[in-house]
């Protein structure tokens, strides 16, 4: 037996021992597969959103409205009312879009007359936190 009907022995071996494939029906030209899309993941939750934290500007305009000081023609801005309170003697920081936080609140309260204070001053006030001073201290239900 030569070299060459040797391998030719092996890859007959080889084919016969391979499982049969399937004929095409048509002459036309086999189109590959599609695999099916890979499932997606397992819905994971996302956190919550966290709560949107009012600016201390935002914070001013409300308490301006609500003291009722004079507001401009096209109604208060952040400065417009960080104004109005310096002339009531209320001096707020001048980062007027940066978050509000308890120590803002607090020193515009105390600014009103009210005693308070707080043991977390860096705290960033939620809107609900800010929105329930201002109920409280600023438009008490009567």
């Not at 499982?19 to 597969?33: G, K, R, T, Y």
């Not at 409205?65 to 109604?75: H, I, Y």
């Not at 201002?134 to 008490?140: A, C, G, S, V, W």
């Amino acid at each position: 037996m030569t070299r060459l009907s040797g391998l030719a022995a092996i890859a007959l071996t080889f084919l016969l021992a391979a499982p049969a494939l399937p004929f095409a029906q048509s002459e036309e030209p086999e189109e590959p597969e599609q695999q099916e899309p890979a499932a997606p993941p397992p819905h994971q939750q996302e956190p919550p959103a966290a709560p949107i934290a009012p600016t201390l500007g935002e914070f001013a305009m409300s308490v301006a409205a609500g003291l009722k000081l004079p507001a401009p023609l096209t109604g208060f801005t952040p400065e417009s009312a960080a104004s109005g309170l310096l002339q009531k003697g209320i001096r707020l920081r001048a980062e007027l879009t940066s978050p509000l936080t308890e120590s803002d609140a607090v020193s515009i309260l105390n600014g009103l007359g009210y005693k308070i204070r707080t043991e977390t001053p860096s705290r960033v006030m939620s809107a609900e936190r800010a929105g329930l001073l201002l109920e409280t201290f600023i438009n008490p239900a009567k």
